[in-house]
């Protein structure tokens, strides 16, 4: 079994930073891909930003030049700075982690979510 762990969220005003990292653990093999999910009340789960095994990133149009993906491969972690933060943003974050699984099989696994919340 694989298990990730948010940790991160909660409230800040409009125009403050946030910082959300996840922790994958368990039959892990490789990691290919790892990113940061966001559903707001009564709207679809969309991309924020995911980073691949080699660095590369790719940024939600929402958040461009705002939120900041990172990774650490041999940790297995994920973490997204988030700078400049609106209303619009409040939302139940996800992280998402896609791989290879030590036992045969893939993986393509979520968080439970953290909650972010932007006031103005």
């Known amino acids: 079994q694989v298990q990730l762990v948010e940790s991160g969220g909660g409230s800040v005003q409009l125009g403050g930073s946030l910082r959300l990292s996840c922790a994958a653990s368990?039959?892990?093999?490789?990691?290919?891909?790892m990113g940061w999910y966001r559903q707001a009340p009564g709207k679809q789960r969309e991309l924020v930003a995911s980073?691949?095994?080699?660095?590369?990133?790719n940024d939600g149009e929402a958040v461009k030049g705002r939120f900041t993906i990172s990774r650490d491969n041999a940790k297995n972690t994920v973490s997204l700075q988030m700078n400049s933060l609106k209303p619009e943003d409040t939302a139940v974050y996800y992280c998402n982690a896609r791989g290879r699984l030590a036992t045969m099989g893939g993986m393509d696994n979520w968080g439970k979510g953290t909650l972010v919340i932007v006031s103005s």
């Open positions: 368990g039959n892990i093999l490789s990691i290919e891909s």
């Open positions: 980073i691949s095994s080699g660095g590369s990133a």
